[in-house]
């Protein structure tokens, strides 16, 4: 009997998720045709969760590699389309104006939206969420990117928000963040270890982008020296860059937090010389 290929699947990749995962799969429901989800060595229920939502799981091992997953996640997925998708996600669709999208489409990969809960304040950027699995793949052993062969940039288009968008709640708290920024830094500087050892072979690109992500990872836990340091070694390996002009932005940003930081330390200690009021001064 002839099977018609499902047109969208959900792809996840997850591990210890059983309490963010259940509201990310009942979002799903009606908006995707399949779901599948790689699980890396959860403890908890996760992967009994996900069964209970109808979803396809696998197990696999984790080797601090999100690209390495991602790739092992879709294997044996027959979708035309891919959503990357992760547990602290929540969509919001309208499945019919998805689905004729994706049916009309003639780029490989799909800007959408993502609406992030942030500490800070909400943000929202755009994200490479939505691909074609027979075209490209991912890389990148964090802050992965999709490739076509080659490692060819992707022909990409944009979702419109009322079709789809997605919500992050990975960075809703500041312990999040830090947590996430920590464990990118260790990825990062295992990647930049990786290729450091491949020598003049390295592709000088994906050294400039890894040391940009690191630098911005650095400021995300606020390690700023470090950060100050690894845009520095940006601008002097690569000048001239995009990357390198995004390191001065950042440098920018860098210094003047630190010089008002400075600033602020300064008047505290003459308060106290002055003795006047130091709490208030510290807690402003």
């Known amino acids: 009997m002839f099977m018609a290929r499902p047109l969208l ?3 996840l990749i997850v591990k210890d998720e059983a309490a963010m995962l259940p509201a990310c799969l009942e979002s799903l429901a009606g908006v995707v045709d399949q779901i599948h989800v790689h699980d890396t060595g959860s403890t908890d229920a996760t992967p009994t969760i996900a069964a209970r939502y109808g979803a396809t799981v696998t ?7 999100f690209s ?5 996640a879709q294997q044996g997925c027959a979708a035309t389309w891919i959503l990357a998708i992760d547990a602290d996600h929540r ?13 009309e489409v003639t780029a490989d990969a799909l800007l959408v939206q993502v609406d992030g809960a942030h500490h800070a304040g909400p943000h929202t950027q755009l994200e490479t969420r939505l691909y074609r699995p027979d075209s490209l793949s991912w890389t990148g ?3 992965e990117r999709l490739v076509g062969p080659g490692s060819s940039a992707p022909d990409q288009g944009t979702v419109p928000p009322a079709t789809l968008r997605l919500h992050h709640l990975g960075h809703a708290t500041y312990a999040d963040r830090i947590r996430r920024a920590d464990r990118n830094i260790t990825l990062g500087k295992r990647a930049l270890d ?3 050892a491949q020598g003049q072979a390295a592709d000088r690109q994906q050294i400039a982008r ?5 630098g911005r990872d650095c400021m995300a836990a606020e390690q700023r020296q470090q950060a100050v340091d690894t845009f520095a070694l940006l601008r002097e390996l690569f000048p001239g860059t995009p990357e390198s002009s995004q390191a001065n932005d950042a440098l920018t940003r860098l210094t003047v937090g630190i010089s008002y930081d400075r600033f602020c330390q300064v008047l505290v200690d003459q308060l106290r010389a002055a003795g ?7 807690e402003s």
Request: hydrophobic share 45%; no cysteine.
């Open 9 to 11: 699947a959900a792809v």
């Open 59 to 65: 197990q696999g091992d984790w080797h601090n590699d």
């Open 68 to 72: 390495a997953a991602r790739n092992e």
């Open 91 to 103: 969509a919001t669709a309208d499945p019919g104006a998805l689905r004729r999208l994706l049916a």
């Open 141 to 143: 052993r964090v802050h």
């Open 194 to 196: 990786e290729l450091a």
């Open 210 to 214: 890894t040391l940009l992500d690191l």
């Open 276 to 282: 006047g009021p130091p709490s208030s001064a510290q």
